[in-house]
């Protein structure tokens, strides 16, 4: 029996189209896998389907009932309910408290019934195998119990489809086999879920069947049961036949290592053991949360390791990041708003932020004209479109910001440059003249290590493209090959799932 049809949707936002024709059919008592790459459309198919925009064009048939424009409250009380990646409980509330939140169950006297709802709770974990404490605070419980918690208070609400966005991203194995069990479980009842996520063992070992978005375009769907297929078959038609437009890597000798992680261990990470060579550029990639960010974090100092070295020039680094700052290693964090801008500051203030930072011992007062000259010869340099030095940094186009804070590090001589996700929030112009910046600093000696979701970047300038899965090194491929397939069967554990199924034939 199908309770779900959304047919011919599309969806365009300021002239840009964001899905186009899109169909997803979900049957009673089934896991449905969706499926696709950052920006294919997922999110905002789940998001006309709830309520929470609305769809340009296509119908919505939810339990043999037509939706022209559903409303977040329409929808709920339909029985759709949307556990998202970002959870969403009350940590200042017990668990009892959010499973009833805006559902209270009240006296004759109008006040909230603790001792009935503490009852209920317990029932509710009994059925569903939930090992919780009712009366526990939500602040108190693992990522893992959040999680759960949620889900309950979903099928509290006599949710008949559940969304689950990326459910397993902060689980061990034994919690992701506890919530596989779960599903299962309900699955039996006839509860249906929409199960998005990016790793295809979960997929294989969950779901029944799956569609595929590609580009905001509908590329696939299960024609039996994904048991049927195999995760190569799948990636690729998550991917596609993409291509890199503009061909812009350049190969170059290149020194002597410069830069080595061994057991370099910290939060989202462990046992990473790599080397960097002088003039080498390193791509980190992976599924959000791979760890490669925290790992990028960690070796200038942002988080603190737990374990192994990271050492530059053969000297261990540790402490504030002002000693890693004084060791040649500089970064930029992927978000720059909160952690490269200072907006109350002018670009020259900006620039010479972190030369003032090492030597203000030194050189307590700012030599303005001294600094002015410098700013001047990087502004050449990287070919930074700014007026006058004393306007607000705010001023500048994200591409141009991010040229200031790379002049940021090169006033001080860094030669280890960490650069997390460098071309985030920036335009295609932008993108490709800091491309040809990142070759240049090669190409002039510099270690360079990026760490980024976009395959074609890496193909740009990569000498070397490190894969993780869940906070390991999974694969190193050489420039040579580096292609969406490939890394994606690395960044999925695809290739486990490969292998597995192989070793059962």
């Known amino acids: 029996m199908t309770i779900l049809e959304m047919n011919h949707i599309s969806k365009s936002f300021g002239g840009a189209k964001a899905l186009s024709d899109v169909h997803l059919s979900i049957e ?21 389907l709830t309520g929470v925009i609305p769809a340009d064009e296509g119908t919505i048939t939810f339990l043999g009932k037509q939706y022209p424009s559903p409303t977040i409250q329409q929808m709920e009380a339909a029985g759709i309910a949307f556990v998202h990646q970002e959870l969403n409980v009350i940590n200042d509330l017990s668990v009892s408290d959010n499973i009833f939140l805006c559902r209270e169950i009240k006296t004759k006297f109008g006040l909230i019934d603790q001792k009935e709802q503490l009852k209920r709770t317990r029932q509710l974990f009994e059925d569903l195998g939930v ?59 006839g509860k249906s879920f929409i199960f998005i996520s990016h790793k295809m063992p979960e997929v294989f070992a969950i779901s029944d069947r799956y569609t595929v978005l590609r580009n905001g375009e509908f ?59 002088r003039g ?58 909160e952690n490269s801008v200072v907006p109350d500051m002018s670009i020259l203030e900006n620039f010479y932020l972190a030369e003032h930072e090492i030597s203000k011992r030194k050189k307590p007062f700012i030599n303005t004209k001294e600094e002015l000259a410098r700013y001047s010869a990087q502004k050449e340099a990287l070919r930074i479109k700014a007026g006058n030095s004393s306007d607000s940094i705010s001023s500048l186009s994200g591409g ?55 395959i074609p970047e890496i193909q740009k300038v ?5 894969v993780f899965y869940e906070g390991k090194i999974v694969k190193i491929f050489d420039h040579s090959e580096v292609n969406e397939h490939n890394v994606m069967m690395y960044s999925t554990n695809a290739i486990e799932t490969t292998r597995e199924g192989s070793s059962h034939e």
């Open 400 to 454: 141009n910001q991010q040229k200031v804070f790379l002049a940021r590090w090169l006033n001080i001589g860094a030669d280890i440059l960490l650069f997390d996700n460098p071309t985030q929030g920036v335009d295609v112009g932008a993108k490709e003249e800091i491309y040809k910046l990142i070759l240049d600093f090669a190409q002039q000696g510099k270690t360079v290590i990026i760490n980024t979701l976009e």
């Open 28 to 48: 009673k008592g089934e896991i449905h896998a969706l499926l696709g790459e950052n920006g294919a459309g997922k999110s905002t198919l789940m998001n006309i």
């Open 131 to 189: 090992d919780m404490n009712p009366s526990a605070m939500v602040s108190e419980l693992k990522a893992s119990e959040k999680q759960l918690l949620e889900i309950c208070r979903a099928l509290y609400a006599d949710a008949q489809l559940l969304i689950l966005d990326e459910p397993t991203t902060s689980l061990s194995n034994n919690e992701i086999d506890h919530l596989f069990g779960i599903l299962r479980r309900l699955k039996e009842q």
């Open 219 to 277: 590329v696939a769907e299960a024609e039996g049961f994904i048991r049927d297929t195999d995760p190569h078959a799948i990636t690729s038609f998550m991917v596609g036949k993409q291509y890199v437009d503009t061909e812009v890597y350049q190969p170059r000798p290149l020194g002597d290592v410069v830069l080595k992680l061994e057991g370099f261990t910290g939060e989202g990470f462990e046992d990473i053991n790599l080397e960097a060579k």
């Open 280 to 337: 080498e550029i390193i791509a980190f990639t992976g599924l959000a949360g791979c760890g490669a960010s925290e790992l990028m974090q960690t070796m200038f100092g942002v988080l603190p390791s737990t374990g192994g070295t990271f050492s530059v020039y053969g000297k261990p680094l540790q402490g504030p990041v002002v000693s890693f700052m004084k060791n040649s290693v500089a970064m930029l964090p992927s978000n720059r708003k």
């Open 462 to 466: 990569a000498d070397r493209c490190v």
